[in-house]
């Protein structure tokens, strides 16, 4: 196949290379964007000559959702960009209602790869041409050629395909020179600040938090973005956004930020997506809407952020961005409120107002996904139990039917099947959520804290290093990177907590490691810290009484573990985990018996990392009896079977 020459165009004091996506003037370099660069290489093509706005529009985004603005705005940065021509005229003339046009007379050039013959570029065009009899005749060259014999002709045919082979290499490397330029760029990490609300009116704050959290959930469906969870921005809901700092803490290089103005039966949102390394606004827009009409605000943010990065969505991205079918506008605001509600850790008003959307949209699949969550959460923090847990398995079923994919019911659920001694069918739903959006950092999470209750302890931290690579801030204050912990990476584990000391569960995490540091008086300090914090969390009970192990109170500590035993066996509680947890107090305390029968409940229900079991130094006055050699047993066959099943 021939290779075909670089075209170059020249216009006014400009150089224009497509294929080396630069634009020159005078030795300096002109730097585009890639759309900017894709815009100018259709106007110049097409010279004089009418280009449509619809022609660009297919050509410069064939699969993308952009708006004809996001063309105005490029074109009006290209003028900026090319400034006037010799003669103080716009290189680019607007004509309205039907396109653009390019007035300054652009000459082509053919720039021949290395190698290749003399180019009829327009430069050339005054030289002589040579004729016939100024050429060797082919006979002569025919018989000197015969004449030479095998040898010559051996050398002849070798010249020639040393010829082939350099122009080949000629041409690879330039395509391999030229790749990098269009090759797919870095996925956006887009934070979504809580909405500012303007007027001040205390009964409309939830909105706040619940609407952001409606974007987040929707642009959660695109690959292309890492959308920072929800949990991530709450703290912002009241605060001024600073956005360097905010972004520094988020990780974001992409910031939404928005307000929102109640009056009477009207809404008006207004919202701009910002860039934060250049601070330039990528994107504004406001809106009014009826009070009524809450739902299509996620949609309408949603669909501005993909026009405004220009993101290319698959088929089924763009089918998860449609307009959301029409829902009853009390049952949508309930939803709003409980969402916010669980945000804040009131898990009980939370259920009882998705409950009550539910009653009243039954077929709003989200409301059943976050019903369910919250039943999940009252269930294992406030020892709700096993009634909870039916409850919520049933609603995240129902999520599911009414819409198979969604991730949001697929994570929760895999999160309640782990807690409840399920890992084996966590695994599945969050592999599969993966293929939905192989960037979402909580699905990578809660497949990392499913590896751990099986013991798959290396896998574990790889999949959560992978969450915070794509989320700095996943999961922070509601769950800790325990398999560093586990398998005895103590400085490591420490160092990957947050450092706050207002998460009771980080801060009773912070003393179990200091424990096993051999810092006592340290460790008991945070579980003391814990216990102020919150409580009524199981944790920090848990914690409180090792610190009374610690400081040789031994009937505190067993009054205390006695009673919490007594409710969380009684209820059902799930999380073995934090059964575990419960047999290592013991285990302090010298309660063996207590121990030995909490840690079988541990293993049978669910938490069996074996090489941890093994390990262990808290449990060591129990590896010497028969009872803890059974329960090892056990947690081995299930962990083999898992690593089998699932590696």
């Known amino acids: ?27 300096r370099t002109v730097s585009l964007t890639p759309k900017i660069l894709e815009i100018l290489l259709v106007l110049v093509q097409n010279g004089n000559r009418l280009t449509t706005k619809e022609e660009l529009m297919q050509r410069v985004w064939p699969d993308s959702f952009v708006e004809e603005a996001n063309l105005t705005v490029n ?19 607007t004509l309205p209602k039907r396109g653009y046009r390019f007035v300054a007379p652009v000459r082509e050039l053919r720039d021949p790869e290395p190698g290749a013959g003399p180019s009829e570029s327009p430069d050339s065009a005054g030289a002589p041409a040579r004729s016939p009899e100024d050429s060797p005749s082919p006979a002569p060259l025919r018989e000197k050629t015969a004449a030479a014999g095998p040898r010559r002709y051996l050398k002849v045919l070798a ?66 973005l890492r959308v920072r969870p929800s949990y991530a921005v709450r703290k912002y809901t009241s605060q001024n956004a600073d956005i360097p700092k905010i972004a520094s ?15 009477g039966k009207t809404l008006r949102i207004a919202y701009q997506l910002v860039d934060v390394k250049s601070t330039e606004i990528l994107w504004k827009g406001g809106f009014d ?11 309408r943010v949603s669909q501005q952020v993909v026009r405004g990065l220009e993101l290319t969505l698959s088929p089924t991205e763009r089918e998860r961005l449609e307009v959301e079918a029409a829902r009853d506008p009390k049952a949508y605001e309930y939803y709003l409120h409980g969402v916010d509600l669980y945000s804040r850790g009131d898990y009980t008003t939370a259920i009882g107002l998705l409950e009550k959307s539910a009653e009243l949209d039954p077929n709003y699949a989200l409301t059943w996904a976050h019903l369910g969550r919250s039943y999940t959460a009252d269930a294992s923090f406030r020892l709700g139990g096993e009634k909870q847990y039916k409850k919520a398995q049933a609603a995240f079923e129902r999520a599911l039917a009414l819409e198979p994919q969604q991730i949001e019911a697929r994570v929760y659920l895999a999160n309640m099947f782990s807690d409840t001694g399920k890992v084996e069918q966590a695994v599945p739903l969050l592999r599969a959520a993966l293929q939905t959006n192989p960037n979402h950092a909580e699905v990578h999470w809660e497949l990392g804290y499913a590896y751990r209750f099986a013991g798959m302890l290396e896998q574990s931290a790889a999949e959560c290093e992978r969450a915070r690579q794509l989320d700095p801030g996943v999961k922070l204050g509601s769950s800790v990177l325990n398999a560093y ?13 947050p450092a706050r000391d207002d998460l009771p569960l980080v801060v009773f995490y912070r003393g179990l490691g200091e424990y096993y540091k051999g810092n006592r008086q340290q460790a008991a300090e945070h579980f003391d810290r814990a216990f102020a914090l919150d409580p009524s969390l199981l944790q920090s009970q848990i914690g409180k009484a090792m610190s009374f192990a610690i400081s040789q109170d031994r009937p505190k500590g067993v009054k205390m573990l006695r009673s919490v035993e007594q409710r969380t066996i009684a209820r059902g509680v799930g999380d073995p985990e934090a059964i575990y947890k419960l047999a290592q107090a013991d285990a302090l305390l010298g309660e063996k018996t207590a121990s030995l029968r909490l840690l079988a409940y541990s293993v049978d229900t669910g938490f069996f990392p074996y090489p941890y079991l093994v390990n262990d130094s808290v449990l060591d006055s129990l590896k010497s009896t028969r009872e803890f050699s059974a329960i090892l047993d056990k947690a081995r066959q299930r962990h083999e079977a898992f690593k089998t099943a699932f590696f």
Request: charged residues 20%.
């Open 289 to 299: 809407l009826e009070y009524d009409k809450l739902l299509t605000v996620q949609d």
């Open 485 to 497: 912990l586990y398998l005895g990476q103590y400085d490591r584990f420490l160092q990957s907590l």
């Open 159 to 224: 010249i020639a395909l040393l010829a082939v082979l350099i122009l080949a290499i000629a041409y690879f490397t330039h395509r391999l020179r030229i790749v990098p330029a269009k090759s797919v760029p870095q996925a956006r990490r887009l934070a979504v600040l809580p909405f500012q609300n303007l007027r001040g009116a205390p009964g409309d704050d939830f909105l706040s938090f619940s609407l952001a959290d409606a974007v987040i959930t929707k642009l959660g469906y695109v690959s292309s």
């Open 249 to 263: 803490e988020l990780n974001a290089d992409t910031l939404l930020t928005g307000t929102f103005l109640h009056e």
């Open 75 to 93: 074109i009006s940065a290209l003028r900026k960009l090319l400034g006037a021509t010799p003669d103080g005229q716009q290189y680019i003339e």
């Open 1 to 27: 196949m021939p290779l075909a020459n670089k075209v170059l165009y020249e216009f006014g004091r400009f150089r224009f290379d497509p294929a080396d996506h630069s634009l020159s003037s005078g030795g």
